[in-house]
């Protein structure tokens, strides 16, 4: 949906990973934009240097930015595996300097980059919608500076005519990843490719890197012109996600294949013709119950308002989980690793046992471990989330599915290190 008031769009961390396919989606559409990071990697658009956690920097920044910055898009958060206080510096400190900064300057919108990883505490996360609370003890310090920046925009809302939004995308995967990939490759270029912790029976999110830009651009033009047809739509069903899986047409009494038969039906030509052309899924209405949060009771009791955007937390997946190693192995095999290699199972006790010993020895000698008992409980764990209301709410649909994604990637990555092939 294109935004028909012409926003001036400020991406915060633009030159990072995220940020930049943001950046690259709104020139696209056409959009005036800049940016606000400590590193200039592009050239291509206004670029403004500052610390984010100094307000007067970022005001300065915002004045600047294409005339005047209209709405923010706050990508902004460091890598995993750094020290807490930058964590809480950045993310925390430098989310109030963001929003004191809009509120002085009487911006209208800000859209948040939260992490589905709020809510994990490595337990399993099965389908879980925005309703599930943060835990009492976080997983890490990562995710605890995340959730109390995601609280601080929210709570922001409505403020000096501030409307604010956050996205809680999971597992971003594509071309420009110099986390996710970085780490698969490690793996690939020790020849540890054999190795699996756990089962493999455990579902997980990821998703592409431009649908998690996708829906940024849609949460921020929702925020000004949300959806007018919501009480209807929330009653059609939404139709499965099959990027990846393909579509899976079900015969029916008047749209299926004869095949073999001794006497043909008469209308055996229009039941075979039905079930080559019709629509593969029946817009059967759904019935809501009381356990889902977009039922008129629950909408009734909750003071969270669901079908808004502004104030709002939504999940951003590919709406397809895959099993965790399969994910894994699609990218080593993309890579070169052959799909008929025997593997090496071990036990989730077994390794975390196995990292508790890297982690020892690499206090000893002083140096960072790269198996943990973190990556242990990340690799075991179910996680994969709801996306409903993203998609009836933003109007998200994921464009481009995990296994097309993870060819894209590995072209990307091929390209940039071509001695590797």
């Not at 005339?67 to 995993?80: D, F, Q, R, V, W």
């Not at 004869?258 to 209308?267: E, K, Q």
């Not at 894994?328 to 593997?343: I, N």
Request: charged share 25%; net charge negative.
């Amino acid at each position: 949906m294109a935004n028909t008031e012409r926003d001036n769009y400020i991406v915060i961390g633009g030159s990072g990973f995220l940020g930049r396919h943001i950046v690259e989606a709104l020139l696209k559409r056409g959009d005036a934009v800049s940016v606000l990071d400590i590193v200039q990697r592009y050239h291509d658009v206004p670029f403004h240097s500052a610390d984010i956690s100094v307000q007067s920097q970022v005001e300065d920044a915002f004045r600047k930015a294409c005339s005047g910055a209209t709405c923010i898009i706050h990508t902004a958060s460091p890598p995993h595996g750094l020290d807490p206080a930058i964590y809480w510096k950045v993310n925390v400190e430098g989310t109030k300097a963001v929003l004191a900064a809009a509120t002085v300057l009487h911006i209208k919108k800000l859209v948040f980059t939260s992490s589905a990883g709020v809510v994990f505490n490595g337990q399993d996360i099965i389908d879980v919608d925005e309703r599930l609370p943060f835990p009492e003890t976080p997983l890490d310090a990562y995710n605890e500076s995340k959730s109390k920046a995601e609280e601080l925009v929210l709570d922001a809302n409505g403020k000096d005519g501030l409307l604010t939004v956050a996205l809680r995308p999971a597992g971003i995967f594509g071309p420009g990843d110099r986390q996710a990939m970085h780490g698969l490759m490690q793996v690939f270029d020790n020849r540890q490719t054999h190795f699996q912790i756990g089962d493999n029976n455990n579902l997980f999110d990821w998703t592409y890197v431009t649908n998690v830009a996708k829906a940024h651009l849609l949460a921020a033009d929702r925020l000004s012109h949300p959806r007018e047809d919501l009480d209807e739509a929330k009653l059609q069903p939404l139709r499965p996600v099959d990027l990846s899986t393909g579509v899976r047409r079900v015969p029916t009494s008047h749209a299926r294949p004869i095949g073999p038969a001794v006497v043909a039906p008469s209308n055996a030509a229009e039941f075979e013709e039905r079930f080559k052309n019709e629509e593969a899924y029946e817009p059967r209405p759904i019935a809501r119950h009381r356990f889902d949060q977009l039922s008129e009771a629950v909408i009734e009791r909750t003071e969270s308002e669901p079908l808004r955007v502004d104030g709002q937390v939504f999940f951003i997946t590919n709406g397809e989980p895959v099993y965790f190693w399969d994910f894994m192995r699609a990218v080593w095999h993309e890579m070169g690793d052959p799909l008929d290699r025997k593997t090496l199972k071990l036990p989730k006790y077994l390794g975390s046992a196995l990292a508790t010993l890297a982690e020892g020895w690499g206090w000893l000698i002083g140096k960072e471990p790269a198996f943990t008992r973190f990556r242990v409980t990340f690799a075991c764990a179910t996680r994969w989330h709801n996306i409903e209301k993203a998609r009836l709410v933003l109007g998200y649909e994921p464009d481009v599915g995990v296994v097309e994604g993870v060819k894209m990637m590995c072209d990307w990555y091929k390209a940039e290190h071509p001695k590797k092939q």
